[in-house]
């Protein structure tokens, strides 16, 4: 089961300008970051019972507004998240 196509592949390839292993591994880092975060930001939206700038139907004063850095430790090598 193929999660990509061939087509996404390719525009993968060329939007990041994948010429080596290096290259790969870096994009593929930076995809992976990406993927962490947003699933941070799910599990937040989800512990707190409302989406990043909602304002209504909310059960609490408190906002969401910032973020923090933090060093996560990965396959990847270490990298900052949000």
């Known amino acids: 089961?193929?999660?990509l196509t061939k087509e996404q592949l390719k525009n993968f390839i060329s939007e990041n300008?994948?010429?080596s292993i290096p290259d790969l591994y870096a994009?593929?880092?930076?995809l992976f970051k990406?993927?962490?975060?947003e699933m941070l930001e799910a599990?937040?939206?989800t512990e707190l019972g409302y989406e990043k700038y909602e304002k209504k139907d909310k059960?609490?004063?408190n906002s969401r507004n910032g973020y923090t850095q933090k060093t996560v430790k990965t396959q990847f090598g270490e990298m900052e998240i949000d």
Do not use: A, Y
């Not at 994009?27 to 930076?30: R, V």
């Open 34 to 37: 990406d993927t962490i975060q």
């Open 27 to 30: 994009s593929l880092k930076n």
């Open 59 to 61: 059960d609490t004063p």
């Open 1 to 3: 089961m193929s999660i």
């Open 17 to 19: 300008n994948i010429q």
């Open 43 to 45: 599990e937040l939206s």
